[in-house]
């Protein structure tokens, strides 16, 4: 089983380009392309925030380029990547090709595409499917997430497209397509108020599982901290991603824990995290 980790909180300290040295440095197998600067989104007025980034701009493949290369040349993959989001926002669903693209220029087999928080199955499956065809050509695979909404005046969350292990399957059942699979995010599943669990989600997706999102929560906020620093249990996890014979990467999502670093230190907080899938990796294999 192979190790990866998204690149956005590395990058924040110390560039993208710099932060897929780290990651291989640290003992990772693959990098995760992190795209939220592709597009940002200001949800108060319902409009794009100009990034200024190469992924927003003409040069999007030469960048996607330069960091394909630096992992090869220091012997790591990009094994999937994350489109910016809300999907439903017309400003984002104009640059999801560009991000299905962006993957295949890297070299990733899967581009995660947040499904619209408040709609439906049905609803949802009309944009997968308009975005499928170009997938195809791309030799990508879109992954739909399990999503979560704060409930009013409560301390846990509150239902969304995939947040339920039964609706997350009808998503991916309802559009029928071998090119549209499960990434479950192992945090979100663990918020209080969503009537699942991790485990239960494995299991329930079973081969549709294709993708992860690694990260450690305290059952009630998405806090995405490093694994084994929270509440999360680990051992139960393990035991069902071997019990479906989980054949994919061990991706970390844990973006929030390197905001306790600089670039000075950065790399220190970045094999920790190394470290930590690591003994995922090992608690799964002993399953």
């Given at each position: 089983?192979?190790?990866?980790?998204?690149?956005?909180?590395?990058?924040?300290?110390?560039?993208?380009?710099?932060?897929?040295?780290?990651?291989?440095?640290?003992?990772?197998?693959?990098?995760?392309?992190?795209?939220?600067?592709?597009?940002?989104?200001?949800?108060?007025?319902?409009?794009?925030?100009?990034?200024?980034?190469?992924?927003?701009?003409?040069?999007?493949?030469?960048?996607?380029?330069?960091?394909?290369?630096?992992?090869?040349?220091?012997?790591?993959?990009?094994?999937?990547?994350?489109?910016?989001?809300?999907?439903?926002?017309?400003?984002?669903?104009?640059?999801?090709?560009?991000?299905?693209?962006?993957?295949?220029?890297?070299?990733?087999?899967?581009?995660?595409?947040?499904?619209?928080?408040?709609?439906?199955?049905?609803?949802?499956?009309?944009?997968?499917h308009e975005?499928?065809?170009?997938?195809?050509?791309?030799?990508?695979?879109?992954?739909?997430?399990?999503?979560?909404?704060?409930?009013?005046?409560?301390?846990?969350?509150s239902s969304?497209?995939?947040?339920?292990?039964?609706?997350?399957?009808?998503?991916?059942?309802?559009?029928?397509?071998?090119?549209?699979?499960?990434?479950?995010?192992?945090?979100?599943?663990?918020?209080?108020?969503?009537?699942?669990?991790?485990?239960?989600?494995?299991?329930?997706?079973?081969?549709?599982?294709?993708?992860?999102?690694?990260?450690?929560?305290?059952?009630?906020?998405?806090?995405?901290?490093?694994?084994?620093?929270?509440?999360?249990?680990?051992?139960?996890?393990?035991?069902?991603?071997?019990?479906?014979?989980?054949?994919?990467?061990?991706?970390l999502e844990?973006?929030?824990?390197?905001?306790?670093?600089?670039?000075?230190?950065?790399?220190?907080?970045?094999?920790?995290?190394?470290?930590?899938?690591?003994?995922?990796?090992?608690?799964?294999?002993?399953?």
């Amino acid at each position: 089983m192979k190790i990866s980790t998204e690149i956005y909180s590395t990058a924040c300290h110390v560039g993208e380009h710099k932060a897929v040295e780290m990651i291989a440095k640290a003992g990772f197998d693959a990098w995760d392309l992190s795209m939220f600067d592709m597009c940002r989104y200001d949800w108060g007025k319902g409009t794009a925030i100009e990034t200024g980034h190469p992924l927003g701009g003409k040069d999007y493949l030469k960048f996607v380029r330069e960091l394909k290369q630096i992992g090869l040349d220091n012997g790591i993959v990009c094994n999937q990547s994350h489109a910016p989001f809300p999907s439903k926002a017309p400003v984002i669903c104009d640059l999801l090709k560009r991000a299905i693209e962006c993957t295949a220029e890297a070299g990733g087999e899967i581009c995660i595409i947040h499904p619209d928080n408040n709609s439906d199955a049905e609803k949802n499956a009309e944009m997968y499917h308009e975005l499928l065809p170009f997938a195809k050509e791309c030799g990508v695979k879109i992954a739909t997430e399990n999503m979560w909404n704060w409930a009013n005046g409560a301390d846990h969350a509150s239902s969304a497209a995939c947040s339920h292990h039964d609706d997350f399957c009808k998503h991916i059942d309802i559009v029928n397509d071998p090119y549209l699979v499960a990434c479950l995010d192992i945090g979100h599943a663990e918020m209080a108020g969503l009537d699942t669990s991790a485990d239960t989600m494995i299991r329930a997706l079973d081969k549709r599982l294709q993708a992860l999102h690694i990260h450690d929560n305290d059952k009630k906020h998405d806090s995405h901290q490093i694994p084994f620093s929270m509440d999360i249990d680990w051992g139960v996890v393990a035991k069902a991603l071997k019990d479906i014979d989980y054949r994919g990467y061990l991706t970390l999502e844990a973006d929030r824990y390197l905001s306790k670093y600089n670039k000075d230190n950065v790399f220190d907080g970045v094999c920790e995290l190394a470290r930590s899938a690591r003994r995922l990796e090992a608690m799964i294999k002993e399953a």
